[in-house]
């Protein structure tokens, strides 16, 4: 088994003992990803600007391991709230489209940085 660190800098840093993916056998397994803008550090307002954001260093690892997000095929959506799921979804699905991702979605009690969401992602070449 061929295990690779993937790591970009245009996604967060991680924030402890882990890596922002591993990609192994033709799987990339991205950890948790929370809405920290990578350029300032800053957390956006709101949930639809933080689903954004997250949406956004998602696809920057993708895109950094050779992945798309055609090629997801597990997420897992925390939120802190689940009156936030709608929403959350609506940015979501954008990113989705067509043949979306099997999907997990559950509330938390909270999130590092007490951020509103925060998805984890498997992808498969």
């Given at each position: 088994?061929?295990?690779?660190?993937?790591?970009?800098?245009?996604?967060p840093?991680?924030?402890?003992?882990?890596?922002?993916?591993?990609?192994?056998?033709?799987m990339?397994?991205?950890?948790?990803?929370?809405?920290?803008?990578p350029?300032?550090?800053?957390i956006?307002?709101?949930?639809?600007?933080?689903?954004?954001?997250?949406?956004?260093?998602?696809?920057?690892?993708?895109?950094?391991?050779?992945?798309?997000?055609?090629?997801?095929?597990?997420?897992?959506?925390?939120?802190?709230?689940?009156?936030?799921?709608?929403a959350?979804?609506?940015?979501?699905?954008?990113?989705?489209?067509?043949?979306?991702?099997?999907?997990?979605?559950?509330?938390?009690?909270?999130?590092?940085?007490?951020?509103?969401?925060?998805?984890?992602?498997?992808?498969v070449?």
């Amino acid at each position: 088994m061929m295990k690779k660190i993937i790591q970009t800098e245009r996604a967060p840093k991680a924030i402890g003992p882990y890596s922002q993916a591993i990609e192994v056998n033709g799987m990339l397994f991205i950890s948790g990803q929370i809405p920290v803008n990578p350029e300032d550090g800053q957390i956006p307002e709101g949930i639809e600007a933080q689903t954004e954001q997250v949406m956004k260093n998602i696809g920057a690892i993708l895109s950094e391991a050779g992945y798309g997000f055609e090629q997801v095929v597990k997420s897992t959506c925390l939120l802190s709230d689940m009156a936030n799921f709608k929403a959350m979804n609506e940015i979501y699905g954008k990113y989705y489209a067509v043949n979306p991702p099997a999907r997990a979605a559950f509330a938390v009690k909270t999130l590092p940085l007490n951020v509103l969401v925060e998805i984890e992602t498997i992808a498969v070449k």
